[in-house]
C-alpha cells in the first residue's frame, strides 16, 4: 500500500518570496508522484507530475518539484510567491497497473501575504 | 462538455434517506474514478471503471454505497440510507488512458451534507 504524508496543515508567506510544500511518500514499488492544486469551489487541477525519467519536474504556474528516491519525497516549490497561488494543494502517489487511483496527503493550505 | 461534469453541486439529506450523484466524465475517457473528500481531509478512493465494467470498488466504505456506469459514460454514486458520517464532497475523476501516470482530471464535486 502507499502512503503521502504532509506536515503541517497551513503555509503563509510573503507575496514574492519562496514557496516550499513538503511531500514524503511510502510505496514499495516504484511510485507515480503528483501534486493538485484546488481553488475554492473549485475541482482538483493538476500541476505537475512525475512518472519516470528526469527527478526534476516543471509544472504549470511556474511551479517545479523533484523527485528523491532516497528521501522519499517529492517536494514541491516556487521561487517567487504570487497573490493567485493561494489555495490547497494536495500530493498523490499511484503506482503502475490499470488502475491508476491515487492516494492523496491531506493538503496543506498556502497563503500569501501582501 | 470541456470538462468533468458533477450534479448537484449540493445536497442536503435527511438522516436515512437515499441520494444519488451523477458524473458526466470527460467524452471518450475510459477511467472514471469517485473519490469521497472529508473536510480538512484528502480526497480518498471509493472507486473504479474502465468502461462499465467496475474494476475497483476497495473504497466503498460500506454496502450502502453503490456506483453504476452502465454504458461506460455516465456514472451514479447512490447512497443508501444516508448518515451523518456520509456528510462529505464526493468528486469524479476521469482519464482518457489505462496507465498509471495518465492525468485525471476532476469534477467540482457534490458537497453532501446529512441532517
Known amino acids: 500500500a502507499q502512503s503521502v504524508t504532509q506536515l503541517g496543515s497551513h503555509v503563509s508567506v510573503s507575496e514574492g518570496a519562496l514557496v516550499l510544500l513538503r511531500c514524503n511518500y511510502s510505496s514499495s514499488v516504484p511510485p507515480y508522484l503528483f501534486w493538485y492544486v484546488q481553488y475554492p469551489n473549485q475541482g482538483l487541477q493538476l500541476l505537475l507530475k512525475y512518472t519516470t525519467g528526469a527527478t526534476l519536474v516543471k509544472g504549470i504556474n511556474g511551479f517545479e518539484a523533484e523527485f528523491k528516491k532516497s528521501e522519499t519525497s517529492f517536494h514541491l516549490t516556487k521561487p517567487s510567491a504570487h497573490m493567485s497561488d493561494a489555495a490547497e494543494y494536495f500530493c498523490a502517489v499511484s503506482v503502475y497497473g490499470a488502475n491508476s487511483k491515487l492516494t492523496f496527503g491531506k493538503g496543506i493550505t498556502l497563503s500569501v501575504r501582501p | 462538455g470541456a470538462g468533468v461534469s458533477q450534479s448537484p453541486r449540493y445536497k442536503v439529506a435527511k438522516r436515512g434517506q437515499d441520494v444519488a450523484l451523477r458524473c458526466d466524465p470527460i467524452s471518450g475517457h475510459v477511467s472514471l474514478f469517485w473519490y469521497q473528500q472529508a473536510l480538512g481531509q484528502g480526497p480518498e478512493f471509493l472507486t473504479y471503471f474502465q468502461n462499465e465494467a467496475q474494476l475497483d470498488k476497495s473504497g466503498l466504505p460500506s454496502d450502502r454505497f453503490f456506483a453504476e456506469r452502465p454504458e461506460g459514460s455516465v456514472s451514479t454514486l447512490k447512497i443508501q440510507r444516508t448518515q451523518q458520517e456520509d456528510s462529505a464532497v464526493y468528486l469524479c475523476?476521469?482519464?482518457?488512458?489505462?496507465?498509471?501516470?495518465?492525468?485525471?482530471?476532476f469534477g467540482q464535486g457534490t458537497r453532501l451534507t446529512v441532517v
Open positions: 475523476a476521469s482519464s482518457l488512458g489505462l496507465g498509471s501516470g495518465t492525468e485525471a482530471f
